[in-house]
């Protein structure tokens, strides 16, 4: 079993920057790949960024150029640094362990609120 917390929400006006972090309970980074998701009212959950246990990062569209995903093996700790905040980035977001072959092996945070508002 694995927990994540992350941390780092809140209210922020358009153009600001938010670094949102996700704890790990243990050591799960060499294996598993780590996603940040966000669910806006009344839309799907959908991944905005990823890395891989290699390294390997993806970004929606949408997110690129303004996000970047981060890891920190010491601290078993992900983080998302955002970038010149739209209105539309208002969203909870989330934090995603998913293990590469063991189905069970897909883990949640509890989210954390962004706040995109003047």
């Known amino acids: 079993q694995v927990q994540l917390v992350e941390s780092g929400g809140g209210l922020v006006q358009p153009g600001g920057s938010l670094r949102l972090s996700c704890a790990a309970s243990?050591?799960?980074?060499?294996?598993?790949?780590m996603g940040w998701y966000r669910q806006a009212p009344g839309k799907q959950r959908e991944l905005v960024a990823a890395?891989?246990?290699?390294?390997?990062?993806n970004y929606a569209d949408s997110v690129k150029g303004r996000f970047s995903i981060s890891r920190d093996n010491a601290k078993n700790t992900v983080y998302l640094q955002i970038n010149s905040l739209k209105p539309e980035d208002t969203a909870v977001y989330y934090c995603?362990?998913?293990?590469?072959?063991?189905?069970?092996?897909?883990?949640w945070g509890q989210g954390t609120q962004v706040t995109v508002s003047s």
């Open positions: 243990r050591n799960i980074f060499s294996i598993y790949t």
């Open positions: 890395v891989t246990s290699g390294g390997t990062t």
């Open positions: 995603n362990a998913k293990h590469p072959v063991w189905a069970p092996g897909n883990y």
